[in-house]
C-alpha cells in the first residue's frame, strides 16, 4: 500500500476542469461588480434596505451553506455524491441569476427591496450547492498538493476570464452618464450571461469523473460526528479566518472599481481592471515559484502581504498612483483566488486521517458559514459609507450620474477600496501565522492518506468481484 502514487491527470482534463470555473465566475463577477451600483445608484434603493437585505443573505447563507456541505458528503448514486447536484442546479443558477436584474423600476422601495432580496436568496442557493461541489471534488480527485495546484491555477486563469467578463459585460451594457437610460440592453447581456455560464458548468460535469471508492467504501457519519470532526480542527479554524478575510477584500474591491473608474480616478473602467487582472493573472501561475519555495501556506501568506501593501497606498498616495496600487492588489490577490482549495484539502486530508472518511462538502459548507458574511457585510458596508460620506447617487441627481462628488465621498470610495480590504490582507497573513500543516507533519498526513487511499481502492475491488 505504500507504493500508491497520487493520482496524476492531463492537460485535457486540467483544461476542462478549468471550464466550470469560468461559467461560475463570470455569473458571480457580474452579480458582485454591478449589484450594489445597480440597486443603489440606478434603482435608487436606500442603504438601509440594502442593509436589511444584506442581514436576511447572511442568515440563509448561515443555513444553507453547511446543509449543502453535510448532504453532498452523504449522498450515494450511480453518478455520484457532487456531479449530479452540480449538472442539474446549473439551469437554475441560470434562471434565478438572470431574475436579479429585472427588478420593477418604477414600484417603490418596498417592492425593489423585496425582489433583491427574494431573487438573492434563489440565485445564492443555486451558486452554493455548485460552488461546494466543484471546491469538495478537488481535494478527492488527487492527492498531491502539486497537482491540485495545477487544478487550481487552471481554475483561477478560468476564473480572471470570467470575473473580467464580468466587469466587462455589464459596463458595456449599463447606463452611463449621457447615455441610453433604458436597461434592455443590460437585461439582455444577463441572459446571455447566465445561459452560457450554465453550458460552461455541466461541460465540466460531462468530464470529471467521481473516485468510487469515496461513495462505495466511504461510510457516511451523523451530523453531529461530522460537526464535531469539522470544529475541532485547528487548521480549518485558523485557514476559516485568513478566508474571511481575503472574501471580505475582493467582495469590496470588486464593488468599488467602477466607483474609483467613475469618481476618483475619472478613467475608463476597463483601465482599472487591467491594472487588476494583467497582474493577477501574471500572480496565478506564480504560486506554483512561491510554493515550491516557502510551501502553500508561506506562499499564501507572501501574496496576502503584497496585496495589502498595494491596497493600503491607496489611502496615502495620489490619485494618480491608483492604477499601479492595484497592480499590487491585483497581483497578491492570486494567493487567495489560486491557494485557499488547496489549503483546504489539506485540511480535508489531515480529517480522513481522524474520521476515516472524505468530508470535503461539510468543510466548505462551515467555511462557508463563516465566511460568506463577509460578501454580505461588503454588500452592506458600502453604501453606509457612501451614504455617511455624502455620495451623491444617480437618483438623487435626477437620473443623471454625478460625476462631481465632494471630498468626504472621494474619501469614502478609497475606504472602502483600499483601507479596509487592505488591513483585511494583514490580518488574513498574520492569522495563517498559527496555521499547523507544515514540513514534516504534513508529509506525515500526506503519506498515511496515500496508503487509506490503497487501502480503500482494493476493498472497493474486492466488493466488485463479489457482484
Given at each position: ?10 492537460r485535457s ?20 461588480a ?32 453547511p ?34 436584474w ?14 433583491m ?35 487550481q ?14 466587469f466587462?459585460?455589464?459596463?458595456l ?21 447566465g ?5 460552461l ?7 470529471v ?20 470532526f ?41 483601465i482599472l481592471?487591467a ?6 493573472i ?32 491607496i ?120 496555521y ?14 496515500l ?17
Amino acid at each position: 500500500m505504500s507504493t500508491f502514487q497520487p493520482i496524476r491527470h492531463g492537460r485535457s482534463y486540467k483544461l476542462v476542469w478549468g471550464i466550470a470555473a469560468l461559467g461560475t465566475s463570470v455569473i458571480s463577477g457580474v452579480f458582485g461588480a454591478l449589484l450594489p451600483i445597480f440597486y443603489q445608484d440606478y434603482l435608487g434603493l436606500t442603504a438601509r434596505w440594502i442593509g436589511v437585505a444584506s442581514l436576511v443573505y447572511a442568515i440563509w447563507n448561515a443555513i444553507n451553506d453547511p446543509l449543502f456541505g453535510y448532504i453532498t458528503d452523504n449522498t450515494r448514486s450511480k453518478l455520484g455524491r457532487r456531479i449530479p447536484y452540480m449538472r442539474f442546479t446549473a439551469p437554475f443558477l441560470a434562471l434565478t441569476f438572470i431574475l436579479v436584474w429585472f427588478a420593477p423600476e418604477q414600484a417603490g422601495q418596498q417592492a425593489i427591496f423585496w425582489w433583491m432580496l427574494v431573487s438573492m436568496l434563489l440565485y445564492d442557493t443555486c451558486y452554493t450547492i455548485i460552488g461546494l461541489v466543484y471546491s469538495s471534488l478537488l481535494p478527492e480527485i488527487t492527492e498531491s498538493d502539486s497537482e491540485r495546484n495545477d487544478l487550481q491555477i487552471s481554475s483561477a486563469l478560468f476564473g480572471l476570464l470570467g470575473m473580467l467578463l464580468g466587469f466587462i459585460i455589464p459596463d458595456l451594457f449599463r447606463p452611463k452618464a449621457g447615455g441610453d437610460p433604458s436597461f434592455l440592453p443590460l437585461q439582455t447581456a444577463m441572459i446571455v450571461v447566465g445561459i452560457v455560464g450554465a453550458l460552461l458548468i455541466i461541460a465540466t460535469t460531462l468530464k470529471v469523473k467521481e473516485r468510487r471508492e469515496f461513495t462505495q467504501v466511504d461510510k457516511p457519519i451523523g451530523l453531529r460526528a461530522s460537526l464535531r470532526f469539522t470544529l475541532s480542527s485547528k487548521s480549518f479554524l485558523i485557514l476559516v479566518g485568513a478566508n474571511f478575510m481575503s472574501i471580505l477584500m475582493s467582495s469590496l474591491i470588486m464593488g468599488a472599481v467602477f466607483y474609483l473608474a467613475d469618481y476618483v480616478v475619472k478613467i475608463n473602467t476597463m483601465i482599472l481592471l487591467a491594472c487588476i487582472f494583467i497582474p493577477l493573472i501574471i500572480g496565478v501561475p506564480c504560486t506554483k515559484i512561491f510554493t515550491k519555495r516557502f510551501g502553500v501556506v508561506g506562499g499564501h501568506q507572501i501574496m496576502l502581504l503584497i496585496a495589502s501593501i498595494g491596497l493600503l497606498a491607496i489611502m496615502i498616495l495620489p490619485n494618480a498612483f491608483i492604477p499601479v496600487c492595484l497592480a499590487f492588489a491585483g497581483f497578491g490577490l492570486a494567493g487567495p483566488q489560486t491557494l485557499t482549495n488547496v489549503l483546504f484539502a489539506q485540511v480535508a486530508d489531515e480529517d480522513e486521517t481522524r474520521s476515516g472518511v472524505r468530508r470535503e462538502g461539510s468543510f466548505f459548507g462551515i467555511n462557508a458559514l463563516f465566511t460568506k458574511p463577509a460578501q454580505s457585510l461588503a454588500i452592506a458596508l458600502s453604501p453606509f459609507i457612501l451614504e455617511a460620506t455624502n455620495f451623491v447617487t444617480r437618483e438623487q441627481n435626477k437620473g443623471q450620474i454625478y460625476l462631481n462628488q465632494p471630498e468626504s465621498a472621494i474619501l469614502g470610495i478609497k475606504v472602502i477600496a483600499g483601507l479596509i480590504p487592505g488591513v483585511a490582507m494583514l490580518l488574513g497573513a498574520i492569522i495563517l501565522i498559527w496555521y499547523p500543516l507544515r514540513g514534516e507533519t504534513l508529509r506525515n498526513i500526506q503519506t498515511k492518506v496515500l496508503e487509506m487511499h490503497a487501502s480503500k481502492h482494493n476493498k472497493l475491488l474486492e466488493q466488485e468481484a463479489k457482484l
